[in-house]
């Protein structure tokens, strides 16, 4: 088992950037496929970017493609989420969340793991 605490969220003026962190305790953290998700008010949970297990691969949903970046630190069980030229439709509150298979890393139904959530709101 897996605890996640995310920090790093606030508000920000559009095109600004922010990084989110996501702590985890517990289980090894390396054992576990990374994932950040958002939802905003009124919607769906989306897949934003996931990571594997030593960091090698990472995906991104196609509008946050050359914006943000995903990175982990397994020494510091630690997985970020560095967002860039923010848009103001990107208010959402951020969850990472944990996995320990690949497949279908942008489903959150797959997701066992999550953390409270981290609000991120950008101002036009």
């Known amino acids: 088992q897996v605890q996640l605490v995310e920090s790093g969220g606030g508000l920000v003026q559009a095109g600004g950037s922010l990084r989110l962190s996501c702590a985890a305790s517990g289980r090894t953290f390396s054992s576990y496929v990374m994932g950040w998700f958002r939802q905003a008010l009124g919607k769906e949970r989306e897949f934003v970017a996931a990571?594997?297990?030593?960091?090698?691969?990472?995906y991104y949903t196609d509008s946050v493609k050359g914006r943000f970046t995903i990175s982990r630190d397994n020494a510091k069980n630690t997985v970020y989420l560095q967002m860039n030229s923010l848009k103001p439709e990107e208010t959402a509150v951020y969850y990472c969340?944990?996995?320990?298979?690949?497949?279908?890393?942008?489903?959150?139904?797959?997701?066992?793991?999550w953390g409270q959530g981290a609000q991120v709101t950008v101002s036009s």
């Open positions: 969340a944990a996995k320990e298979l690949l497949n279908n890393y942008y489903s959150p139904a797959l997701y066992g793991y």
């Open positions: 990571i594997s297990w030593g960091g090698g691969s990472t």
